[in-house]
């Protein structure tokens, strides 16, 4: 057993003697929400849809200079998320918090760490694990500010490094982080003006890097899958299997030949552990059918549960979208 999956155990158990009942769901696995706190993670990215839209509601309109996150309906949701069955709340940070590191980053409302800290604690008492997320994409990572337009650079690694360190110290170290990672290609960001790409080695030694830094603070890296669909082969030889892995796929009909679909089997096929992620993003059928496929397709051993994540900011107007995943999801858990 190595230092990353020894803490990853005891952090586990620590949590599970202060919330005997979250101990018991253990024994089924994971069932996690994702919330936003920070939302600056797109770039200039307005699809016409959202056109009628106010720019604090579009749900891709970035940045920001204040935090789009309502404290009332944060709390509301996480208490409905643990009523309906949830353990885990996966917590989408950008801009959302005041890094001690680096303290520029931050915006109007940003959480300082003494918040942060206080709504952490009451996440554990309700029986919610919190797992912090950055995403590191170049495609999701405005919320860096002028330190996404240096990436790769010596400056790019330090900064990264740093905010790594501030988060696994202000969240106790928890046993996962969530380094998000996908859609890094031009197709996502053919409507940004400013568009940055890794390809090739530097992709990979970028990520790898970002993988040894979590590691170092003794969380286990967790990260969106997409990269699979087109890159299958090298994914599979240079990918470490200490990366939790979270392929996504958010509508109704489960087509193995659909290549996002067929992610879950190649992830299955590299022997990763997985936990599978559906939404109610494009359609309210997706979530229980992500379940059934999975389960029927992942063996129990490598299933690490599942994430339920709407793509919604945290304030009143998208409320019905935010609540109705938690109701979705409720029904499948309680099956």
Not at 271 to 297: H, L, M, W
Request: hydrophobic share 40%; with cysteine; aromatic share 14%.
């Amino acid at each position: 057993m190595n230092r990353r999956e020894f803490i990853e155990v005891v952090s586990a158990s620590a949590l599970s003697v202060a919330m005997p009942s979250l101990a018991a769901e253990r024994k089924e696995g994971v069932w996690c929400y994702m919330l936003k706190l920070g939302t600056n993670m797109w770039c200039d990215c307005v699809p016409p849809k959202w056109g009628n839209l106010k720019p604090d509601e579009m749900p891709y309109k970035a940045p920001s200079d204040y935090l789009r996150c309502d404290d009332a309906l944060w709390r509301e949701l996480t208490d409905k998320a643990r009523a309906a069955g949830f353990n885990m709340l996966l917590m989408d940070l950008a801009e959302g918090i005041q890094y001690p590191s680096h303290p520029e980053l931050a915006v109007k409302g940003s959480w300082s760490p003494e918040k942060l800290r206080k709504e952490l604690a009451r996440l554990r008492a309700i029986g919610l694990e919190p797992i912090p997320k950055l995403n590191f994409s170049t495609a999701h990572d405005i919320w860096l500010k002028d330190y996404s337009r240096m990436v790769s650079t010596k400056k790019y690694y330090q900064v990264c490094a740093d905010l790594i360190r501030d988060v696994a110290e202000l969240f106790g170290h928890p046993r996962w982080f969530h380094m998000g990672y996908d859609e890094e290609t031009a197709g996502h960001q053919s409507r940004y003006q400013y568009v940055v790409v890794r390809q090739g080695e530097l992709w990979w030694h970028d990520f790898l890097w970002f993988v040894g830094q979590v590691e170092k603070t003794g969380m286990r890296p967790w990260m969106w899958s997409d990269f699979i669909w087109k890159h299958k082969e090298d994914f599979l030889k240079r990918m470490p299997k200490s990366v939790l892995q979270s392929n996504w796929y958010y509508h109704e009909k489960f087509d193995p030949k659909d290549h996002r679909v067929k992610g879950y089997l190649d992830l299955n096929e590299g022997g990763f552990d997985q936990i599978p992620t559906g939404s109610n993003y494009s359609c309210t059928e997706n979530f229980a059918g992500t379940v059934d496929f999975c389960r029927k397709n992942i063996p129990v051993e490598r299933l690490k549960g599942f994430l339920m994540a709407p793509w919604r900011h945290t304030i009143p107007h998208w409320r019905g979208d935010l609540v109705s995943a938690i109701d979705i999801a409720g029904r499948v858990i309680r099956e």
